[in-house]
Nanobody, 120 residues
Framework: QVQLVESGGGLVQAGDSLRLSCAAS????????MGWFRQAPGKEREFVAS???????VYADSVKGRFTISRDNAKNTLYLQMGSLKPEDTAVYYC??????????????WGQGTQVTVSS
């Protein structure tokens, strides 16, 4: 139905910026919203940000003012521009897509995840 592939993760220093990408394929026109989740070692997977097909955005309080979610329809690609990175942002970041809801703990589709490590 929908396949999601993340890229752009890596090792950066505190205060740096990084942009994650998520390429979507398959039935992309059926996607209502896409977003990002993250999971740090020993932690539950948490919501980071999402964007609906109409462009409305939602951010977790922990990343407001620092992260920006966007999409490129022509490339079927979702982005997460991360700035002012902190060590606590270290996690595996997962791209997600849902056919019905913008905010949900159980998205219809998940990517494989990309590691982001922020050193102090």
């Amino acid at each position: 139905q929908v396949q999601l592939v993340e890229s752009g993760g890596g090792l950066v220093q505190a205060g740096d910026s990084l942009r994650l990408s998520c390429a979507a394929s398959g039935r992309t026109l059926s996607i209502y919203a896409m977003g990002w989740f993250r999971q740090a070692p020993g932690k539950e997977r948490e919501f980071v940000a999402s964007i609906s097909r109409r462009g409305s955005t939602v951010y977790a309080d922990s990343v407001k003012g620092r992260f920006t979610i966007s999409r490129d329809n022509a490339k079927n690609t979702l982005y997460l521009q991360m700035g002012s990175l902190k060590p606590e942002d270290t996690a595996v970041y997962y791209c997600a897509a849902d056919m019905k809801y913008q905010v949900t703990t159980t998205p219809d589709y998940w990517g494989q995840g990309t590691q982001v490590t922020v050193s102090s």
